[in-house]
């Protein structure tokens, strides 16, 4: 009974959470409050008493770029967190969380691993939830039996993948553009990776890169800056102090031009061309987030979107977009076509690229695209949740505590020229990957 009113007050919560929160999202930004504990874990702090409510994030540098020869480690690591802690059974740790209206939720991708808890603020419930996340992040038990489950899990998801051309295309981009980096592990592992992971393995991950030297500690939500500082104790204290990791290597250069064809029962092919971009927190972010809006970012609205849909009717959605990360990350184009109108898309993409490269955008595409950016960045702030995921990238990424402030206004600031500039400095469509998954294709590494 009271899991079930827990659960009723926690829904409601939530479902005016929207109604409340974008009147404070577009008043500059929330601010940030950072501090260090002395086990070396880096707290960000957001004062919201909107609701009562908390939202708890740690992102750890536990991403599949650290799987090492063991691709789908991280991501095995991350899953079984909560498949048992402190001797607690799984069932144990979900109803802990479940009786007290808490969620928890764990997940990684190639540059961080992220564990997050969301709950109530009355003391009691927060803290009976806060122990429960301290023990699953420091002493999970990794059970053989769980490890066999999440194993099969993972194989019938890696199955699936290798069936869907969509994923086969990202697959082999990802494979080409990076080669021998990190970035190049496929996060969901490999059928031979997947069977050599063992507990021993996962053991061995979690001591390493589950720290608070290694780590970065967000909340956002309605607590005092006293009851947050008591909570990042907590946790801190639970966490080996950990030594740094070593930084990623650098990203390579893209890799000479090449076409690879996968042949794939589908009835279109999917195509996605790509190239090395740029790191977070690179200067030129603000003029690339702007160009990429204009280029393939804002939809069938977008220049490729026109041409590709309205104007050709090639396909029913194209995109584009930089992928900012810890080392250079990608630059991706990406469509789905007939399989007879491959070639017409390819040069439609190719002359779109060349053209925003070579001639830049016009003052009204980019007075417009950033008018549209800033409009609709407040619905990005309009929860505590929202709010405590952007903070949680500012504190990986090392970016400025004012970021969420910064850049609206960056945004505005971005001129045509600058937009040009940078596009030109960047893109170089001579020079990409493409790929091609569909039906009667042949491996064409040319």
Known sequence: M????????????????VAILPAAATAGGPA????????????????SDALPMVD???????????????????????SLLAEGAGGRDAGDIARSFE?????????????SADVSLR????PDTLSRSVDVLAKVISRPDFPEDAIERQRRRM??????????????????????????HPYANPPGGTAESLQAINRGALVDFHRRHYTSSNAVLTMVGDLSRAEAEQIALHLAESLPVGEPLEPLPDAPSTPEARTIRIEAPSSQTVIVKGQIGYARGDDDHFDLFVGNHILGGSGLVSRLGVAMREERGLSYGVSSRFQPMVAAGPFLVSTQVRTDRTDEALEV????LRGIRDEGPSDDEVSDAARNITGSFPLNLDSNSKIAGYVSSIAFHGLPLD?????????DQVTTESVHAALRDRLDPENMITVMVGPDAEDDDN
Request: aromatic fraction near 10%; charged fraction near 25%; avoid cysteine.
């Open 349 to 352: 993409i190719r002359d779109h």
């Open 403 to 411: 970021y969420l402030e910064i850049f609206p206004r960056r945004i």
């Open 2 to 17: 009271l899991r079930n009113r827990l659960q009723s007050l926690f829904t409601s919560l939530v479902l005016i959470t």
């Open 56 to 78: 708890i994030s740690l992102t750890f540098d536990a991403g599949s770029a650290r799987d090492g020869d063991l691709p789908g480690l991280a991501s095995m690591t991350s």
């Open 119 to 122: 709950s109530l603020n009355a």
């Open 155 to 180: 194989m019938v998801a890696l199955n699936n993948a290798e069936r869907d051309p969509g994923s086969i295309a990202s697959r082999a981009l990802w494979s080409a553009l990076y080669d021998d």
């Open 32 to 47: 940030i409050q950072n501090w260090t504990t002395d086990q070396g874990l880096d707290v960000y702090f957001v004062r």
């Open 99 to 111: 009786d007290r209206g808490a969620r928890f939720s764990s997940g990684s991708g190639r540059d």
